[in-house]
C-alpha cells in the first residue's frame, strides 16, 4: 500500500477563521463606517510608546533581529521578577503553542482540556496526532474541573486551561486550581493559557499563575490584547528553565520579530495607556451586559475584554451576524467553537458601542419577528 502525503489527522483538520476583517467588509458592503467587535483586540490602539518604539526601529528592519531579545526579556523579568532563563517569546501565544506541542506532544499522547475552549490550541494539538480528552462544561459555562481531573491518566501528556476561558470568559479559580493540579502527575504538563489576565487579575479569586511555582506549569501571556498590539505578534511564556530551554531548541530563531520585539517593550512600560485600557473596558462591559438582558439574552458573566451569549440557534446566530454586518458591526458566531448556538461580542470604544447598540435596535424587530421570540 503506497504511503499517504498528507497524514490522516492534518487532512481532517479544519482551518482557523479569524473575524472578518474591515477591509474585506468594506469591498462587500461598500461601507464607511465599520465597527468591528469579533476579535477582542484593544479598541484604543497601540501606546505611543510602542508606536515610537516600532517607528524608530524601522532604520534597522535591514538586521535581523536580537535573538534572545535581551532588551523586552529585561522589562519582563523586572516586570514579573524572573530570570531570562524562565522566559520564551514567540510570534503571540499561539507561537508558543506551536513550540510547546513541537517539543512536548507525540502521536497518540493525551491533552485533556474542556469542551468549546480557544479553538488555536486544539488545532495545533490534532496538527500532531494527538488524542483530545475534551470535558464538557458545567450548565454554567466554567470548566468542570472535577470531572477534567477524572480523566488524566499515565497517558495525559498536556492539560490545557485557557483561564480566563476564550470563547466564554469564565475562569477557574484558586481553589478549582489547587483541586486540578493535586491530580496533575510530574510527567504531565499545564498550560495555563492567560491571554486575558490584565482584564482578570483584579478579580480575587482568580489564581494569578505568577503567585505558584509549580515546575510542570507554562504560562503564556500575549501583547496582543490589554496591550493592543495584536497586529505584529507578540507572546511571551514562562516556565521552568528546563522546559523553557527545551522549548527553545524548537522555537524558530528570530521570533519575534524586530519590530514585535521594539513594538512590546514600548508598549510595557506605558502603564497608564494599560490603565485606560481596562477603564474603558470595565465602563462598556457594564453597559453593555445589561443591554443584551434588555433585549431578552443571557449574556454569560465574563471577566475579559469580551462577552457571549446564547442566540438558542446556529440560525439566529447566523441572522444577526449578517444583519450587524448590513450595519457595519463586525460580530463572532462561534460555530467553530462547537457553539453555533451563540455569539460573542469584543467590548470597543464608546462610539463602536453605540454603533453597535443603534444597530441592535433596528435588527431586533426583524429579528423577534422572524424567530417568533418575545
Known amino acids: 500500500m503506497q504511503k499517504k502525503l498528507v497524514p490522516e489527522y492534518i487532512e481532517k483538520l479544519e482551518v482557523y477563521q479569524a473575524g472578518k476583517p474591515i477591509d474585506e467588509l468594506v469591498r462587500e458592503k461598500g461601507l464607511t463606517k465599520i465597527s468591528k467587535l469579533a476579535s477582542n483586540e484593544n479598541p484604543l490602539g497601540p501606546s505611543p510608546f510602542a ?11 535591514h538586521r535581523y533581529p536580537d535573538m534572545f531579545a535581551h532588551e ?17 517569546l514567540g510570534n503571540g501565544s499561539e507561537g508558543i503553542m506551536g513550540y510547546i506541542v513541537r517539543a512536548f ?16 490550541f486544539l488545532i495545533l494539538a490534532k496538527s500532531v496526532g494527538a488524542k483530545l480528552i475534551q470535558v464538557p462544561r458545567k450548565s454554567d459555562y466554567k470548566y468542570d474541573v472535577e470531572a477534567m481531573a477524572s480523566k488524566i491518566n499515565a497517558n495525559t501528556k498536556i492539560v490545557y486551561i485557557a483561564n480566563p476561558d476564550n470563547p466564554t470568559g469564565t475562569y477557574i479559580t484558586k481553589e478549582e486550581f489547587d483541586y486540578l493540579m493535586k491530580h496533575v502527575p510530574a510527567h504531565t504538563i499545564v498550560i495555563l493559557d492567560e491571554a486575558y489576565f490584565e482584564f482578570a487579575q483584579g478579580q480575587w479569586d482568580y489564581p ?5 511555582r509549580y515546575d510542570n506549569v507554562i504560562t503564556l501571556r500575549t501583547f496582543s490584547k490589554a496591550y493592543g498590539i495584536s497586529g505584529i505578534r507578540c507572546g511571551y511564556g514562562f516556565g521552568h528553565d528546563y522546559l523553557i530551554g527545551n522549548l527553545h531548541k524548537v522555537k524558530l530563531p528570530f521570533e519575534p520579530s524586530l519590530i514585535a520585539q521594539k513594538g512590546a517593550y514600548g508598549a510595557i512600560r506605558d502603564y497608564p495607556h494599560l490603565l485606560r485600557t481596562l477603564e474603558n473596558n470595565k465602563s462598556m ?16 458573566p465574563s471577566i475579559t475584554n469580551f462577552i457571549t451569549f446564547k442566540t438558542g440557534s446556529e440560525e439566529k446566530s447566523l441572522f444577526l451576524y449578517n444583519e450587524l454586518l448590513n450595519h457595519g458591526v463586525i460580530i463572532r458566531p462561534l460555530r467553530a467553537n462547537l457553539m453555533p448556538d451563540h455569539v460573542r461580542i469584543s467590548l470597543g470604544k464608546p462610539e463602536e ?21 418575545t
Open 51 to 61: 508606536i515610537r518604539e516600532m517607528t524608530n526601529a524601522l532604520w534597522d528592519v
Open 72 to 88: 523586552l526579556k529585561t522589562s519582563l523579568c523586572e516586570l514579573y521578577r524572573l530570570k531570562p532563563e524562565n522566559i520564551i
Open 105 to 120: 506532544l507525540q502521536p497518540n499522547e493525551e491533552v485533556v482540556t474542556s469542551a468549546n475552549t480557544f479553538i488555536g
Open 208 to 212: 494569578d499563575s505568577m503567585n505558584y
Open 285 to 300: 462591559y457594564a453597559e453593555l451586559f445589561p443591554f443584551l438582558v434588555k433585549h431578552g439574552f443571557s449574556p454569560i
Open 353 to 373: 458601542m453605540n454603533h453597535f447598540y443603534l444597530a441592535m435596535e433596528d435588527v431586533m424587530p426583524r429579528y423577534h419577528k422572524k424567530f417568533g421570540d
